[in-house]
């Protein structure tokens, strides 16, 4: 039985190690916690993340990284992105003389560089590119952990790797495509947590759906508008990473950066919806890096930079939709994709891709 490592024994990382352990790995978990390891070990429960879930015998799990990483033909990582940095350091001698590839699971930019994950995982590990991919996807944890069918798209450089990975990390419940457009796979799953948190301050001040879809609609001209700056294709962030995401996060009360967002549009300060969730929000540490990269690459991102006047408390929440639904001067043009409004390129493409994807759904992991 192939064994690989998940390292990170939260929410998303025990979830992705059942999805991965239905899939016929045997995993090791990395916890930081002595209790949590000990629960999984002992009695394959992770109660404080995943409450009334049941997780397979071939889970075990550890707080010794030398452990946790011993053997594993594959390697994933599962914490929250400002901590990522700090652990690969732990990390590095230990997966040094090995080739397996090592996949992000997470959501986030570093805070002070602004950095993606892969590309602090590239930083620290110094390891070829090729070798890195990321998963992301409308993959709302407790959902998966409860079985209940859900694609997600792997993303490497390399497609052989982004392959590998997706062919280990696939179950009955979980379908994963493939794709090498790392920065827009990567972006996708950070812009939507911040759109997310502007849905959960309209839903917190009281505004209906009419709000909620044209924020939805406009979040996705940013988020694309701001990924194609930084080198992602279009095409990805109307995919699983980008839309598909969106809308599960946009809606669901499941989502901690959706849950944030609705405690600011209640009132709430930044500083007390921090303390208030015990989960990673990463949309909370993104807004600012993220509005910085816009500023520098010329990128306009309203519904983002108005977050950020919530979070700052220089905004009413109140005041955040009327300011997205009508312009101050001139009306502007809807672009619909990256500062066009045609869409016919676009949606051929889509067409064939989704013709693609049937072809070759059976046979192996296909293009996302
Ligand atoms: N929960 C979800 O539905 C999904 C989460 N993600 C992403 O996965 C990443 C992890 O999120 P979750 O597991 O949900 O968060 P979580 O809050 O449930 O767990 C975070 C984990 O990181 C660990 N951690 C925090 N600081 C640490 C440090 N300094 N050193 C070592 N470990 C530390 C915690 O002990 C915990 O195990 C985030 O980037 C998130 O965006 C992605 C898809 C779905
Ligand atoms: O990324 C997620 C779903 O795809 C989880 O979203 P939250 O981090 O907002 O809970």
């Keep these: 039985m192939p064994r ?35 629960e999984i070990q002992a009695v394959h429960r992770n109660s404080e993340y995943l409450p009334g879930v049941n997780l397979p015998r071939t889970m075990s799990a550890t707080t010794q990284l030398a452990e946790a990483l011993d053997g594993a033909s594959q390697v994933y990582l599962a914490i929250s992105s400002q901590a990522l940095r700090q652990n690969l350091k732990a990390v590095r001698p230990l997966v040094a003389a090995s080739d397996a590839p090592v996949v992000s699971l997470m959501k986030g930019v570093e805070k002070r560089t602004g950095l993606r994950m892969s590309q602090v995982i590239e930083q620290e590990l110094r390891c070829d590119p090729a070798r890195i991919a990321v998963a992301s996807g409308p993959n709302l944890a407790l959902e998966i952990a409860r079985e209940q069918p859900t694609a997600a798209v792997i993303s490497s450089s390399s497609r052989e790797t982004a392959e590998a990975v997706a062919l280990r990390a696939r179950n009955a419940y979980f379908r994963t495509f493939v794709n090498t457009d790392v920065i827009g ?21 009281g505004y209906g759906e009419n709000t909620k879809a044209s924020i939805i609609t406009r979040g ?58 015990n989960q990673t929000a990463e949309g909370l540490a993104s807004v600012a890096p993220v509005l910085q990269l816009a500023r520098a690459s010329g990128v306009h991102m309203p519904i983002v930079e108005q977050v ?3 979070l700052d408390g220089t905004m009413n929440p109140r005041d955040i939709a009327p300011h997205l639904t009508t312009d101050d001067d001139k009306p502007a043009g809807e672009r619909t994709q990256n500062g066009q409004s045609g869409g016919g390129g676009a949606l051929r493409r889509s067409l064939q891709r989704a013709l693609d994807q049937f072809r070759n759904g059976r046979r192996r992991p296909a293009g996302d």
């Design 4 to 38: 690989v490592a998940v390292i990170g024994a939260g929410s998303w990382g025990t979830t992705f190690g059942k999805v991965l352990a239905d899939g016929g790995a045997h995993v090791v978990m990395w916890a930081r916690r002595a209790e949590l390891a000990q």
């Design 185 to 205: 796979t990567e972006f996708g799953g950070v812009l939507k947590n911040l759109i997310a948190v502007a849905i959960g301050i309209v839903d917190g001040v």
């Design 220 to 277: 996705l001209v940013e988020m694309t508008d701001f990924a194609v700056a930084q080198g992602a294709h279009p095409e990805t962030l109307q995919g699983l990473a980008g839309l598909g995401d969106l809308i599960a996060t946009c809606q669901s009360p499941l989502s901690r950066n959706n849950t944030a967002g609705r405690l600011l549009g209640q009132g709430y300060s930044y500083q007390d919806v921090v303390k208030q969730m």
């Design 308 to 310: 950020k006047m919530v």
